[in-house]
Nanobody, 124 residues
Framework: QVRLVESGGGLVQTGGSLRLSCAAS????????MAWFRQAPGKEREFVAA????????DYGDSVKGRFTASRDDARNSVYLQMLSLKPEDTAVYYC?????????????????WGQGTQVTVSS
């Protein structure tokens, strides 16, 4: 069982930035593909970013490409999401997730461990 705890959310103005963190309990954290998803009120959960086990490969949802960057520090059992140029449409609860599959995975059903989420609100 992998426990994931997100932090770093908050209220920010349009154009601002935030850095989300996700800490994992599992010492084999490095074996997991990690991802960020988000869910806005009344909408389905949406893929934001994924980073492979090695950290060498990343993928992003179209709406965040060029603005968000995922990274990981296996020594700290952590994954991060740097968010720049935030827009009101980025407002959502952001979730960290882990998948045992190898490589980049953007399919929500392939992620078996989830954090509780952290709220990001971007004011206009």
């Amino acid at each position: 069982q992998v426990r994931l705890v997100e932090s770093g959310g908050g209220l920010v103005q349009t154009g601002g930035s935030l850095r989300l963190s996700c800490a994992a309990s599992e010492r084999t954290f490095s074996r997991y593909t990690m991802a960020w998803f988000r869910q806005a009120p009344g909408k389905e959960r949406e893929f934001v970013a994924a980073i492979s086990q090695s950290g060498g490969n990343t993928d992003y949802g179209d709406s965040v490409k060029g603005r968000f960057t995922a990274s990981r520090d296996d020594a700290r059992n952590s994954v991060y999401l740097q968010m720049l140029s935030l827009k009101p449409e980025d407002t959502a609860v952001y979730y960290c997730a882990a998948s045992p599959l190898i490589g980049i995975v953007a399919i929500i059903n392939e992620y078996v461990y989830w954090g509780q989420g952290t709220q990001v609100t971007v004011s206009s």
